[in-house]
């Protein structure tokens, strides 16, 4: 079983950056490719970001693709969102999940899918306002 903890969330205004964190409860977090997903209220849940397992693949949903940068520390069992010029529409609920590694055709081939996922964090809140 593995726990994440989601932080960093808060009100920021328009133009203006976050750094979300998730961190991981497993001694194996190498073992996992990770992804962010967001959800707004009256929204199905979105793909946002994944990262695989060693940090070297990175997919990107489009509309944060040269805004949002993911990364990771395996040595602190953390995964990051680095979120710059925001915008009022990327006002959501942030969920992490962690999914254990295994070979794929792409590396990042099905991470956009939140089914694929094992285990999800709690969430936390960004609102930007206008």
């Known amino acids: 079983q593995v726990q994440l903890v989601e932080s960093g969330g808060g009100l920021v205004q328009a133009g203006g950056s976050l750094r979300l964190s998730c961190a991981a409860s497993?001694?194996?977090?190498?073992?996992?490719?990770m992804g962010w997903f967001r959800q707004a209220p009256g929204k199905e849940r979105e793909f946002v970001a994944a990262i695989t397992w060693s940090g070297l693949n990175t997919d990107y949903a489009d509309s944060v693709k040269g805004r949002f940068t993911i990364s990771r520390d395996n040595a602190k069992n953390t995964v990051y969102l680095q979120m710059n010029s925001l915008k009022p529409e990327d006002t959501a609920v942030y969920f992490c999940?962690?999914?254990?590694?295994?070979?794929?055709?792409?590396?990042?081939?099905?991470?956009?899918?939140?089914?694929?996922?094992?285990?999800w964090g709690q969430g936390t809140q960004v609102t930007v306002s206008s």
């Open positions: 999940a962690a999914v254990r590694y295994r070979p794929r055709s792409i590396a990042t081939l099905g991470l956009r899918i939140g089914d694929e996922y094992d285990y």
């Open positions: 497993t001694r194996t977090f190498s073992n996992y490719d």
